[in-house]
């Protein structure tokens, strides 16, 4: 793979953590990578919540992903940040592929969804044991407790 | 009337999702006894009356087979079927004829008589969670030892807790079975009536939160459920939410939180079409003993996990389950519904005895390790309880006294 190929990070994404919070219960917003129901594994990364108000909190967000990236040692390729949204993509250490992160606030939907996906470089999707090994690999478990902390400008 | 139920023991069919089919599949992994494998018969009567009620056209179809893939949990669902496991529900089965067979003794020899609400049971829900759990082995010593565990502790004798054991396996014997119950024997007439309507209950709820999954997250009944209607839910729910009374780290998944909303309605709707014979006093105690039964698979799951308290008794321990409403706010909410819909006596369908200690101990603890705790119980949540301990906790000192429901209420 090149550097071109990585900044525009074409291929299937692999999702690896999406949280979508809204403040209704009965909206129809749903974090769209939910699998429908259930209490498998990877359904705990995958979640809508349901928050007391929707706040703009880029900078907790941006302050997560980017003690998380400190952690292991990732540097950026691409970085965004605005008060109601945040994007990075950064290599993975192999460089098999990259991670793309996210935060936006929707005001038309009254929702926010913060994800995190990967894309390989061979262009597919990871098969189950290698997304089991980059959730271990990267602690993703831990960026996900962050991240559903973060978008409620939580600090705890 | 029963629906017919379609034992499978090979693949179901690839339609996905609700097609006038309820799927109910059951598996067991390697350590499930023998115990474990013999009320597939109870489970399938109590799943199939409760899926007709909720949709009398519908069918149910049940399968049977070992765990291949499932997780170690009580249930989950995707669009193919509700997936139990079989170990789960037995125990359910088993604390059920465990909690009817004493609520028995205590109707009979009452003769029925609404005094028969006042009475605190001698076998409580943990209890009756222990005496099932140790049931399941072949060893008969770990029975012996609950049990004298649980006579020593409730002042019950060797005897009653005798007599209640033998009533306990003359349920199984006549439901796994079958047979036709003696109309002579009140005793096994009424077990088995507060078993089926408690049991009934309780799966009304546990399937009801799953067929929401299966039927592609929507709920098969459309109407306002009760406790939405009276603004209770609402409330109960806020109290996970900032500015509530509990920990707001176990954050409340929406789909979640619609699949719980739909078990109540499944609930409410069985609860309003049980009718155990003209005797109200049995449809309120089957209202009562399920809210005991209920207890188990809320408060800390059915394959829940056994720990030693300060005294030194095996208890099991709180189990909470992330996305979810805490333990204690479903099983508030599972009161709420039977309360409401109890025509005679409401004042006693609330969360008593033994329920409201544990209830109250789960609360205290969970305002105590949080510090922003609003620590405002919400008269929604002490509706629940009985009024002896909104008196205790206003100052008035706590004994048992605290838990009674009384009738008179």
Redesign the interface.
Known sequence: VNTVSANTAQGTKTPLIGITA?TD???SV?EPE????????MS?FF???????LVKCGNSVESVFGDWLKTHGLIPLKKTTMPDRYFMRVWDHDKRGVFEGRYQINNKTQSIRVSLDFYDISGKKLVIQDVNKVLSTYKLADLWESL??AI?C?P? | VRSFIVLLFCLISPITSFAGEWRLALCHGQEATKDDLKYRNAIGLSASSVFSAIDPKAVTTMKVRQCVQEPDLACYADDTAIYCREESFSQLIRIAAWLAAERAFIFVSREGSPATLGVAPSLTWTDAYLLADADRYPDAGKLNRVANQVTEQRGLSADSLNAIYSLYLDIHRHINNNTEVDPDNAYLNVAIAVYRASLEYAFAFLLGHEAYHFNNNRCHIQSASIIKSKGIWSVIRGLQLKGGLYDTSNRLDTVELKADHCGYKWLQTVSEKTELGANKVLNTLARKAAIDLLASPLLIGLKGRLEKNIHSNVVPAVKVLPGYLYPQSRLALVSATLRLTEPKSPHVVKLCNEVSKAMVSIIQDAVTHYPDSSGIVPDEVLAELPAGVEKSWNGAPWSEKSHVCEIGE
């Open positions: 809204v219960e009965e909206s749903v939910a699998a429908p129901g259930g209490a498998l594994e705990r979640a809508t919540h349901l928050v007391a108000n559903a902390e409620e939580d705890s």
